[in-house]
């Protein structure tokens, strides 16, 4: 009888590692589950994978119709509406403009304004014959609200991006043949992003009207996901401690090296101009001195310029910086 219930309890026992192991299996990995008799049955893909940069190559721009009202625009991204300012030259020339695409970098919500940190830069870019437009992205401006998870927040703006790019084609004076992107501080990382992914997915394709020819960084934030957002956590009032919290689960759960921009370099297609001010306290020089050096490499086509004493906003050669945007816009 004690034997009959040694193993009548030894039977219980596995059934609950067998429960448990499932449970733990489903929750933290993205392994097939399998029953009893060894049938599939489940493939669970967690939230945020498809933010890898793999599957974005994979998902593409999704195109919808941006709306311009006066200065601002609208559009669908994620099944959220984000909302943006948007640029047009004074004098509109017969044939259809080129179009630059620009992204911010980080501004505090409790002061952020649509056109903060892109609108300077724009204006000039208009004035010269240019499109511009600069998308606030989820949670700010007149955008919907944004994902409510510290790291999908961040992981959808390239995906924002891709899909505005997408939308160019219904926007009646756009030259879709002529596209570039702008991008500074943490906008620059999402630029950097979104022109890896691009490379990828356009290699070998021909067809399509829909050219990015180049981008332009201004100080990118280039170091790896998620080192990039711990390098700023000293920042914050709680000195970081919650959103390490944040970065340490979504870690137990996804690759981090799938988010990364330092593992996708291989895939840059396009002319790259990066500028690097020395004075910058925002962005270390060596970040982009160690990107230009790993884009020579892998023998991108860059442009690379520092300014000696100018700070995270290019002063005092402001100027300088963004005619060579022009002329680099303009060459490409």
Do not use: C
Not at 99 to 120: L, S, W
Not at 135 to 150: C, K, L, M, R, V
């Amino acid at each position: 009888m004690r034997s009959s219930y040694k193993i009548l309890g030894l039977f219980l026992t596995l059934v609950v590692l067998a429960v448990w192991w499932g449970i733990t299996n489903q929750k933290f990995s993205n392994s097939q589950i399998f029953n009893p008799g060894g049938e599939q049955v489940v493939k669970r893909e967690l939230p945020y994978e498809k933010y890898g940069f793999e599957k974005l190559v994979e998902r593409g721009g999704m195109a919808s119709k941006i709306e311009v009202v006066g200065s601002k625009f609208y559009y669908q991204s994620e099944g959220r509406k984000i909302s943006g300012e948007i640029n047009f030259p004074m004098t509109p020339l017969s044939n259809k403009l080129p179009v630059v695409v620009m992204a911010r970098g980080y501004v505090d919500k409790e002061i952020y304004k649509t056109g903060i940190g892109t609108h300077n830069a724009a204006v000039v870019y208009a004035k010269n014959g240019y499109i511009t437009l600069a998308p606030d992205f989820s949670g700010y401006g007149e955008s919907d609200p944004e994902d409510p998870n510290a790291l999908g927040a961040r992981l959808v703006k390239p995906v924002e991006v891709l899909d505005l790019i997408a939308s160019l084609e219904s926007l009646p004076q756009a030259d879709l043949s002529n596209v570039y992107l702008w991008g500074h501080s943490n906008g620059g990382q999402i630029m950097l992003s979104v022109t890896e992914m691009l490379g990828r997915s356009q290699s070998g394709e021909k067809t399509s009207p829909l050219q990015v020819r180049g981008v332009t960084l201004w100080a990118p934030v280039s170091k790896p996901f998620p080192y990039n957002i711990l390098y700023y956590t000293d920042d914050a009032t709680d000195s970081g401690k919650w959103l390490r919290g944040q970065i340490a689960e979504f870690e137990r759960d996804y690759d981090v090296f799938n988010y990364s921009v330092d593992r996708y370099l291989d895939w840059i297609a396009m002319p790259v101009q990066l500028h690097q001010g020395s004075a910058d306290e925002a962005v270390p020089k060596m970040w982009s001195d160690n990107l230009a050096k790993a884009l020579r490499e892998k023998d991108k086509e860059i442009n690379y310029y520092v300014y000696p004493g100018a700070d995270h906003n290019m002063r005092p050669i402001w100027n300088e910086v963004v005619a060579r945007d022009l002329k680099f816009f303009a060459e490409n």
